[in-house]
Each structure stands twice: as structure tokens, then as C-alpha cells.
């Protein structure tokens, strides 16, 4: 009795004119071409006299596409050329969308540190008159402005948070989907998200003004302007945390004779506490920042004023516009103020997001 053998040989030996390898490149050779682009276009422009930052980058990736390609192709084969080249354009659409970004961090961190100080935090900004120089002095300080800020984003937070978490519990957990009113709440959240927020503060202060009259600028105003932005956003995060509990979780509260009000508020919501209070820091986070329904709302003033419901009040994204757009006598100090007050509001933007950081971590639910 004979066996078939199958030499190593012959089981490697492949049909004419099929290669199973291919070459490589040098693991360096994209670094190599990337620095070679910039360096020739570079060149160019110089000679050409019309260096430009902008221009030098965008052909120098498109001279460092071609090159990859090209070398890519000969090199080794088609389909890891065609992977290089998409790899090289997926990293071109990532640093094209961070540079803004960084670009705009850097100029408001290195314009904004000149004139951050305790002093700045603490104290009331203004202008008053020297009587011994004769001069309008300006005095930097955004006591009014964050104090502002956060009673105004506070109020709208208390009115917007209770009412999105129960928006969102209805239409998930009792509305069914061909009820008329859960297509209709749909539908005005879906518009409420995208109506601009100069939209906002116009509704409220109409509505003010009819109820208290023509001076109806109040940081109360402004607070009713950010929860028409904020209402649509919480509604839609807690609503898409509700669906992603799991339905065999309220299957097995329900087996067990529990109502549907203990079952949402002892495990849905629960469940998806950590979701629902990102949701709800990332839409407070959202809404800090806005200037034109605050502008329109409740106004802005140098005096310190921490009544909601009298009188206009100051905010720090208003407070840089004004500031910029309308500089007193010392143009250089009313820079530097606007400045100051648009690093405290990044430096509050990002407390808010590490916030929702931790608050996820601290309520997910925890696995053994």
C-alpha cells in the first residue's frame, strides 16, 4: 500500500505568472516623503517668492498622496498603495479638523493668561474717574460676569433638567409609536434643535415685555432663552439612554408585580443615570457660551447685580463680545478684559466636560 507525499517544495510552488509576495517599503519611507514634500514645496514657493502656511501644507499633502502612491505601486502592489493613500487622507481630514481647534485654544490661552489673575476673578470691572490725573480708568475684573454666568445658566438648568427627563420618559416608556402626541413632541424637539438662538432670546424677551414691560432685561429673561436651547437637548440624550436599557430588564420588573413608575425610577432610569447626566452636563456645557439670546434677554452692565429678576445682567461670553466690540477709552484694557473673560469661559467649558466625565465613571454600571 503506497501513500501520496507532497514535497514542501511542490506544495510551495504557485501557477505561472501568480507571485504570492510582493516587495516593501522601508518602514521610514513615509516620515521620509512626508518631510520631502514640505521641504520641495517650500523650495518652490520660495524661489517663487509667495511663501504662504496654508499653501505650503495643502500641496505638500497632495505632493506627499502622489508620492506614496506612486512609490507604493512600483514597490509593492495596487491594494497597498491604494491603502496608503486612503490612510494618508484619513490623517489629512484628522489634522485639518484639530487645527482649528488648537489654533483657537493657543490664541485665547496666550491673549487671555496676560490678564488672568485672582484679582481679575474677584473684583467688579468697571470704568471710574481719577480726580487727580483727570483720566477714565479702566478696571479689569469679571466678578459680575461669572457670577452672572453661572445664576443664569443655573436657573435654566432647574427649569430645563426635570422637564427633558420627562419628556424623554414619556415618549419612551408609556407614549406608543403611533400616538399623535409622541409624532408631534418629536417633531418640535427635532425643530427646537435647530431654531438659532438669537431666535430664543427674541421669544423672550417678547414675552417679558408684555408681561413686565418695554425694560423687561432680566437674567431671568435670559435663563427662559437657554432653556428653549437646552429643553430639545436634553430631551433627545436621555431619550436615546432610555432605548439602549435593555427591555429584559423591565420584563423581569414587571414579572415580579412591580408598577411601571417603581420599575422606570428604580431600573430604567438607573440604569442609565450615567448616560442621562452626561447628556444633561454636555447640554449645560452647550448653552454656557451662547451671547446672543443673553445679549438680547437680559442686556449687559459693568454693575454688579446678582438679582435675577431686576435689572440687566452681566455673562461671560457677553462680556468678551461687548468688551471687543465696544472698547471704552482704553481700547488696549477692554481687549485684554474680552480676552480674559473668553479663557474663564474655556476654563469653565472644560470643568463642565471633565464633570461629565466623572459622573459617567461614577455611575456606569458596574460589571464583576
Do not use: H
Amino acid at each position: 500500500m503506497s501513500t501520496a507525499t507532497t514535497t514542501p517544495a511542490a506544495a510551495s510552488q504557485a501557477p505561472a505568472g501568480l507571485s504570492l509576495t510582493s516587495g516593501q517599503l522601508p518602514r521610514r519611507i513615509e516620515p521620509m516623503l512626508l518631510v520631502a514634500a514640505l521641504v520641495v514645496v517650500a523650495g518652490i514657493q520660495l524661489v517663487l517668492s509667495a511663501f504662504n502656511v496654508a499653501t505650503w501644507l495643502i500641496f505638500s499633502a497632495l505632493l506627499y498622496l502622489v508620492a506614496i502612491g506612486v512609490a507604493s505601486s512600483i514597490a509593492e502592489n495596487r491594494r497597498k498603495a491604494t491603502d496608503r493613500v486612503i490612510r494618508g487622507l484619513v490623517t489629512a481630514a484628522f489634522v485639518l479638523a484639530v487645527a482649528p481647534l488648537i489654533s483657537t485654544l493657543w490664541t485665547v490661552v496666550s491673549k487671555g493668561m496676560g490678564v488672568l489673575s485672582l484679582d481679575f476673578i474677584t473684583q467688579v470691572g468697571g470704568s471710574a474717574f481719577d480726580a487727580e490725573t483727570l483720566e477714565v480708568v479702566a478696571t479689569p475684573g469679571a466678578l459680575q460676569a461669572i457670577v452672572g454666568t453661572l445664576i443664569i445658566t443655573g436657573i435654566a438648568a432647574l427649569i430645563s433638567v426635570p422637564i427633558g427627563v420627562l419628556a424623554a420618559v414619556y415618549l419612551v416608556e408609556y407614549a406608543q409609536p403611533k400616538n399623535p402626541l409622541r409624532r408631534t413632541i418629536t417633531f418640535l424637539v427635532d425643530v427646537m434643535t435647530g431654531i438659532p438662538s438669537i431666535v430664543a432670546g427674541l421669544f423672550a424677551f417678547s414675552l417679558f415685555a408684555l408681561i413686565v414691560g418695554p425694560k423687561a432685561f432680566s437674567g431671568f429673561s435670559a435663563s427662559i432663552a437657554l432653556c428653549v436651547l437646552m429643553i430639545p437637548i436634553v430631551i433627545r440624550s436621555t431619550e436615546e439612554m432610555l432605548r439602549l436599557v435593555p427591555a429584559d430588564l423591565r420584563e423581569a420588573s414587571f414579572a415580579l408585580g412591580v408598577p411601571r413608575s417603581t420599575t422606570i425610577i428604580k431600573v430604567v432610569l438607573r440604569t442609565a443615570a450615567s448616560g442621562i447626566i452626561t447628556g444633561i452636563v454636555l447640554a449645560v456645557a452647550r448653552v454656557v457660551g451662547e451671547t446672543a439670546p443673553i445679549f438680547i434677554a437680559a442686556s449687559f452692565t459693568d454693575n454688579f447685580n446678582a438679582n435675577p429678576f431686576q435689572d440687566p445682567m452681566q455673562t461671560l461670553p457677553v462680556m468678551a463680545y461687548t468688551a471687543y466690540s465696544f472698547p471704552g477709552q482704553d481700547i488696549d484694557a477692554s481687549q485684554a478684559q474680552a480676552w480674559g473673560a473668553a479663557l474663564l469661559l474655556v476654563i469653565l467649558v472644560v470643568i463642565f466636560n471633565l464633570i461629565a466625565r466623572i459622573v459617567a465613571k461614577i455611575f456606569a454600571p458596574k460589571a464583576r
